[in-house]
Every structure is written in C-alpha cells, then in structure tokens.
Nanobody, 123 residues
C-alpha cells in the first residue's frame, strides 16, 4: 500500500509560478511511475504530466508543454510539478497518482491516488 499526500497548492496570479509536491509513504516509491492529474469544475480528470520510475522519461499534455516540469526524487519519495507561466485555465484540483508504467497512467490506469491540492490562478 502506498499513501500519497500532495502539498503546495494555493492562489497565484496569472503568469506566476507554483510548485506542488507529492510525498509517498512506503519503501517502494521507485517501483511506480508517477503522474499528475487535474480536474477543473465541470470537467473530466485529465493527465497533465507523467514520469517514469527512474525519471528518465516524461510526458506532458500539449497545453502545458514548455511551462510545466515534472520531476521526482526517489531518495525523498517525492514527485514534483513545477508550474510556470500559469493561466486561469490551469485552475483545478491537482492529484498525484502512482501507476505501473507511464503508458498505463496515460490510459488512466492508476494504482494509488492522493487527496488532491487546489491550484487557483487569478486573472
């Protein structure tokens, strides 16, 4: 069992930056691909970014490429999402998730979820 706890969300002005984190319990963090999903009001949950078990491969949805960066520190059991040049449409609850592979995360197949952290971007 893996528990995921997100932190770092908050209110930021458009054009600003925010880094959110997800700390995982357990000793097997490096056994999982990790992803950040988001869900805006009235919209379906979508995968924003994913990273492979060793951090060597990353994936981004088109709308955040060049602005968001996913990274992980396996020694700290933590995955991060650095968000730059934020836009009001990035407002959502951001969830981290663990999966068997990045490919399965892209299919929406996840093993564990965090509770989410709210990111609000004001115009």
């Amino acid at each position: 069992q893996v528990q995921l706890v997100e932190s770092g969300g908050g209110l930021v002005q458009a054009g600003g930056s925010l880094r959110i984190s997800c700390a995982a319990s357990g000793r097997t963090f490096s056994s999982y691909a990790m992803g950040w999903f988001r869900q805006a009001p009235g919209k379906e949950r979508e995968l924003v970014a994913a990273i492979s078990k060793n951090g060597g491969t990353t994936y981004y949805t088109d709308s955040v490429k060049g602005r968001f960066t996913i990274s992980r520190d396996n020694a700290k059991n933590t995955v991060y999402l650095q968000m730059n040049s934020l836009k009001p449409e990035n407002t959502a609850v951001y969830y981290c998730a663990a999966g068997e592979t990045g490919a399965r995360l892209r299919l929406g197949v996840t093993l564990y979820w965090g509770q989410g952290t709210q990111v609000t971007v004001s115009s």
